[in-house]
């Protein structure tokens, strides 16, 4: 359950970056009502998953998923371009989060 209120903390924050840029500087409502629902909904779930997994390992997550997510996103949906050092850069985060998160015996998590 805990990491399923990661996942949600994530795909909130994820949500609300990737709308800054519609958002125009707050002056488009929709996407304005987006940036700010989803950020709530980014560290109301972020604080949920607090109770049960370390503050490092869930912030680690957090921001190098969603770091790698709203990345492919202004790909695909800003035609943001990736050159190779980006795209080795986004695996070593890849690469980085699953050592946190399967190999580190350093906290209980």
């Known amino acids: 359950m805990h990491y399923f209120a990661l996942f949600l903390a994530i795909l909130g ?33 972020l604080s ?11 912030y680690a997550t957090w921001s190098g998923v969603g770091i790698v997510l709203v990345a492919f996103i202004g790909w695909w949906r800003y035609g943001q371009r990736l050159d190779l050092p980006a795209i080795v850069g986004l695996g070593f985060i890849i690469v980085g989060v699953l050592m946190v998160n399967l190999l580190s015996k350093t906290e209980v998590h």
Do not use: D, Q
Request: glycine share 6%; proline share 5%.
């Open 13 to 45: 924050e994820v949500a609300a970056t990737t709308s800054l840029k519609a958002a125009e500087s707050f002056t488009r409502i929709g996407p304005t009502i987006v940036v700010v629902v989803g950020y709530l909904v980014a560290f109301v779930c």
């Open 48 to 58: 949920v998953t607090l109770k049960t997994i370390p503050v490092g390992i869930a």
